[in-house]
């Protein structure tokens, strides 16, 4: 009789811990770490998750692999990372967070620079490839699959041929500059949704906005 007791209450048990998984998300902002890369195109996922964080007086703490901090939204738990592994080397600490945190893939979501989008567009995909981005590639590489949740923020592609680099490194003008608080404000609501409504619904809502 105690064996039959003690077995439900492992059951249950198991079954509350994965729910409580299923209800913390990983949220990850992609950039280079120091001060030379703080206002940089190739930074703007750090900026969405300081521009959070900003909002709700939330403070990273330096951990393994990266800066870290925690918020809840009605139930759900969300822990924002910034790897310190600079940008090429994202995928380690990205998988490092997951397995420490039990977090489902399903669950992460990527912060990242685009390109390929117009300056300020958001997009939110649930796959696809790299687009020849080496913070994605290495995702890609350390998780073993393209299927994952990626947020791509649009800096435009206002570059001759051959300065790429230069230009994902180099800092917002003037007039990104002006307009980037209602974007970041923009994002911070996406983040919500996507934690709060599920993806389908937050890439209706935001998508191409």
Not at 24 to 33: A, D, P, R, S, T
């Amino acid at each position: 009789m105690f064996g039959f007791i003690k077995k439900i209450f492992q059951r249950n048990t198991s079954l509350t811990e994965e729910t409580d998984q299923m209800k913390k998300f990983l949220i990850v902002g992609l950039g280079n770490i120091g001060a030379d890369y703080v206002n940089t195109r190739h930074n703007i996922g750090f900026k969405v998750v300081d521009f959070f964080a900003k909002q709700e007086s939330l403070s990273f703490e330096t951990q393994k692999l990266g800066d870290l901090c925690t918020h809840k939204i009605k139930g759900r738990t969300l822990i924002f990372l910034k790897p310190s592994t600079y940008m090429n080397l994202s995928g380690k600490a990205v998988k490092y967070w997951m397995e420490k945190e039990k977090i489902s893939i399903e669950n992460l979501l990527i912060i990242t620079d685009d390109i390929n989008l117009p300056y300020g567009s958001i997009r939110l995909k649930t796959k696809g490839s790299d687009g020849g981005h080496n913070g994605l590639k290495d995702l890609q590489a350390k998780l073993g699959t393209t299927k994952y949740n990626r947020f791509r923020f649009g800096v435009g592609a206002d570059f001759g041929k051959g300065r790429q680099v230069d230009y994902v490194l180099g800092e917002w003008n003037e007039e990104e500059n002006t307009k980037l608080p209602e974007r970041l404000e923009r994002s911070c609501e996406l983040i919500k949704s996507f934690v709060l409504a599920g993806i389908e619904r937050t890439m209706n809502t935001f998508n191409n906005t």
